[in-house]
């Protein structure tokens, strides 16, 4: 896309910005801002909103059970139109998207700073502080070793201000454009979960039908048995069905807490890495992985993890994350830590081929049929000891891993390509608010 610049160019003096068209302006924050702080006293109580990837959203009602404060009139008020900002822990780049613009009135934590627009058009206004936080110029604001921002940073705040009748060109400009490369992204996250949903298949039906001597998917020509299980089904005659506690022995991970944790030391896998990170295989030399003191080796070997060992996560946020889990691909010395249960096998078992069974659906369904919860999901060492497992003889194992290694490497590389063109997609997306919010290029 060719963009014009503007006629003539000054300097703003404003060193994250650098040069602005000739004709703007620069005010202080204090002309275009005033702080919103009016208290919830005896007024809504149903319209709880929260700041969520750079969206202000409203909070469904089942989402604030057990969460509900004695009183929501510690709770500020906001309007449509209003910027909210989290100022808190300004150095943690997790905390990205830190702005964002109310659509609608409601009230929100006296947690956020509440900035309501005084003189300009708001969503310019915010385009420009979410630039400034995508940017991380936002981390210059305060002083010292201050980690959090006030309202006091915003009125200081020089804001590059075009009259009234470009700001709003802006907006209708960035929202255009955004919104077509919002719909790219889209499509590329939709042929990903096609993608993600057609690799579970192919694992799905490799580990309950095994592989011929041709490299392909077997078939049921009279040649399965009723397995005895009605979940698993029919299965080749020549594999067996055996209960976990036969083939494995079990442990808990360290009983520790994030404080725990640190840089140096012995590395150790959490439950939260085998959600987010590191499910069905972990590596240290490739996982950045955190780590616990030496001192944990004295009187803790049984949290030890072995190449070939299995843990797996023994608390889930939702029950679609039961069961899951990750073996040790690695000889490197590892703990299991807080919320694990360890799976150590008995005897010698290829244990990438009971990865791949434990990451079926049909096995995950089982898992799902025997955890209990509302909020959380826990899943417990009895639970484990008495799921089933439907294991082919020890060769086919080796063609069934090579089967679906094979099958699942091309997919995993055209996720990859999806998701690159997605990275792509977002710094373009990144890249175009901040030229033209900022007059780096001219938009009509």
């Known amino acids: 896309m060719k963009l014009q610049k503007y006629p003539a160019y000054k300097d703003s003096g404003i060193e994250w910005i650098g040069r602005i068209p000739k004709h703007w302006d620069v005010v202080p924050g204090l002309k275009v801002f005033s702080e919103n702080n009016r208290k919830n006293i005896g007024m809504i109580d149903d319209r709880v909103l929260s700041l969520s990837y750079g969206?202000?959203?409203?909070?469904?009602?089942?989402?604030?059970?057990?969460?509900?404060?004695?009183?929501?009139?510690?709770?500020?008020?906001?309007?449509?139109?209003?910027?909210?900002?989290?100022?808190?822990?300004?150095?943690?780049?997790?905390?990205?998207?830190?702005?964002?613009?109310?659509?609608?009135?409601?009230?929100?934590?006296?947690?956020?700073?509440?900035?309501?627009?005084?003189?300009?058009?708001?969503?310019?206004?915010?385009?420009?502080?979410?630039?400034?936080?995508?940017?991380?110029?936002?981390?210059?604001?305060?002083s010292g070793l201050r980690q959090n921002l006030s309202f006091d940073d915003f009125k200081r705040l020089n804001i590059i201000f075009p009259s009234i009748k470009e700001q709003i060109q802006i907006v209708k400009y960035i929202d255009n454009q955004t919104n077509k490369i919002d719909k790219a992204i889209n499509q590329k996250e939709k042929l990903i979960e096609l993608l993600k949903e057609y690799r579970q298949i192919i694992i799905n039906e490799a580990v309950t039908k095994g592989v011929d001597e041709n490299g392909e998917l077997r078939v049921d020509n009279g040649d399965f048995k009723d397995s005895g299980i009605e979940w698993i089904g029919r299965i080749p005659r020549d594999w067996e069905v055996r209960k976990l506690k036969y083939l494995f022995n079990f442990n808990k991970g360290l009983t520790i807490t994030k404080e725990n944790l640190q840089d140096d030391g012995i590395y150790c896998v959490n439950y939260g890495e085998i959600h987010s990170k590191f499910g069905f295989e972990l590596n240290p030399e490739i996982h950045k992985l955190k780590c616990v003191s030496e001192v944990y080796l004295e009187g803790n070997q049984n949290a030890l993890l072995d190449n070939g060992d299995f843990v797996f996560a023994d608390t889930s946020e939702d029950i679609e994350g039961s069961g899951n889990f990750t073996y040790i691909n690695s000889d490197i010395k590892t703990f299991a830590g807080y919320h694990t249960i360890i799976c150590k096998p008995k005897s010698k078992i290829n244990s990438r081929f009971f990865a791949y069974e434990f990451s079926s659906l049909n096995f995950k369904n089982q898992v799902r049929r025997k955890v209990k919860g509302v909020k959380v999901f826990s899943i417990t060492q009895s639970i484990l000891k008495d799921l089933f497992l439907w294991i082919p003889p020890q060769k086919e194992q080796e063609e069934i891993v090579e089967y679906i290694d094979n099958q699942t490497t091309k997919i995993d590389k055209a996720i990859q390509l999806q998701q690159n063109y997605i990275e792509k997609l977002k710094e373009y997306k990144a890249t175009l608010i901040d030229s033209v919010v900022t007059g780096k290029v001219r938009v009509k």
């Open 55 to 142: 969206k202000i959203v409203r909070k469904a009602k089942e989402k604030l059970v057990g969460l509900v404060p004695e009183s929501f009139e510690t709770y500020q008020i906001v309007k449509a139109g209003d910027i909210i900002i989290r100022c808190t822990d300004l150095q943690n780049d997790k905390t990205s998207l830190r702005t964002a613009l109310a659509k609608d009135d409601g009230i929100i934590t006296s947690a956020y700073l509440n900035l309501n627009v005084k003189d300009g058009y708001p969503e310019y206004l915010h385009y420009l502080l979410h630039v400034l936080d995508i940017t991380k110029a936002i981390y210059k604001l305060g």
